[in-house]
């Protein structure tokens, strides 16, 4: 699903982060304690979650994450301390991608991308699968630059090409570059999860992953197509 996009002066943006900032603790409690009632949870247990959204609030966190996460917890019958424990990360990941967006962009675009959580949300999981403060924070410049008004929602596929390019067993530096070079080219984000097809392919073809990296990082940015980028690089 898209993203949807902000085109907002800074002061109705401030303004909506308040807002949710005051909806979030004006109703957080109602839900947590009907989906808490709902559970198996002791009255010790339900306190101990209680306290993890305190916390949340606290930190103004979008609400709907984590209630959301609560209600899955519920319903799967998850242990409160594992339930507690995996809230708690989360909170400490929303709270750690904010401090990267906001040392990365100036204010006002700091703004408006944390004012969309599905943005929000996407940096705290990328933070979460291990991915350093210093390569998101260039993964946000380099998708901010980006002319397409679909940027942030690109930014979602870059992050997930990333973590694809490592879990296939490219390094740190090359997967990121070629993330840089996937993001430069005029490839619609919904197809940047075919660039890891690339590899696969070009393996059966005894092309090493060394080559195939260095070609798309200097054939992509040309390219309209990942099928116009296969033909570049086999």
């Known amino acids: 699903m898209g993203i949807q996009k902000f085109w907002i002066i800074p002061i109705l943006v401030i303004s909506w982060v308040l807002a949710e900032g005051i909806l979030f603790a004006g109703t957080w409690d109602a839900r947590v304690d009907q989906t808490l009632h709902s559970s198996t949870f002791s009255d010790r247990d339900k306190q101990q979650v209680r306290t993890v959204f305190t916390h949340a609030e606290q930190e103004n966190l979008p609400a709907d994450h984590f209630l959301l996460r609560l209600e899955e917890g519920v319903a799967k019958q998850v ?6 424990s995996a809230l708690t990360k989360e909170i400490e990941a929303f709270t750690q991608a904010r401090a990267i967006v906001r040392s990365t962009l100036n204010q006002h675009e700091a703004d408006i991308l944390l004012a969309d959580s599905t943005s929000w949300s ?3 999981t990328l933070y979460q699968q ?4 210093q390569d998101l924070g260039s993964l946000i410049t380099l ?4 002319k397409s008004e679909e940027k942030w929602s690109n930014f979602r596929y870059g992050g997930g090409l990333l973590i694809a390019l490592r879990q296939w067993g490219i390094d740190d530096s090359n997967s990121l570059q070629v993330v840089e070079a996937i993001a430069k080219s005029l490839i619609p984000g919904n197809d940047y999860r075919l660039v890891i097809n690339l590899f696969h392919s070009g393996f059966s073809k005894r092309i090493s992953p060394e080559i195939i990296i260095q070609r798309i990082i200097e054939t992509a940015p040309r390219t309209r197509s ?3 980028l296969q033909q570049f690089i086999q």
């Open 122 to 124: 996407r940096i705290a």
């Open 226 to 228: 990942i099928t116009m």
């Open 143 to 146: 998708f901010n630059q980006q």
């Open 130 to 133: 291990g991915v350093s403060e």
């Open 79 to 84: 242990l409160v301390h594992t339930l507690s």
